[in-house]
């Protein structure tokens, strides 16, 4: 079980940095000034025909950029004179996800999520918040504070004059995968160890009964 368990943020890091250098190097990989001035939307293909004549791996990075992201020249990073397929704060999810994933490492398999939430926290915090109460509300603010800073962000933007920067929304980014990717990966790993455990222990009940 343990060697399974290790291999869930191993998985998840693998991916994850390979994703993040893919979306740095797809501008390396087209002709300079092939990918600029773009303003799409979100959650729609808007400039499919300029990825069309890509090699597969720019183009398809490019796609899913174009899919997911507005891609607004003014608000994304350019490398080799081409925009990345991502904004600025896209890219932040990108490598919180990355951090997150690697921080798992440090996790302790638990049947229960917030208990093994806490075991990536010092040893005081965890003495201090004893009860699962106590330790579900404790996630939860530390959650909040990751999250915040991104969503006032940009709806401060949306609402005001105010306009970010892209290494504000890079940060913003940043933190926000940090607490998706622990998030998802401390429900991955906790699932995975309540089936586990029961599993053994329906097997033990079962031997025993024998």
Sequence with gaps: MALTMRKIPLVLSIITLVFFILNLAAPYMIEPNTVRGLEGRANAMDFQDKWD??????????WFGDFNCHQYESRSFVLNENQLPVCSRCMGVFLGTLIGSMLLFHATPRAEWEDMGMTMLPESIQKKYSTKRQRT?????????????????????????????????LLTGTFFGIIVALAAGIFVESAVYFSSFNSRSMTQKDGGGG
């Design 137 to 169: 509300w404790f996630l939860y603010l530390m959650a909040g504070l990751f999250i915040l800073p991104m969503g006032l962000d940009g709806t401060i933007q949306l609402v005001t004059d105010y306009e970010s920067n892209n290494i504000i929304r």
């Design 53 to 62: 004549d890509m090699h597969p791996v720019p183009r398809a990075i490019y």
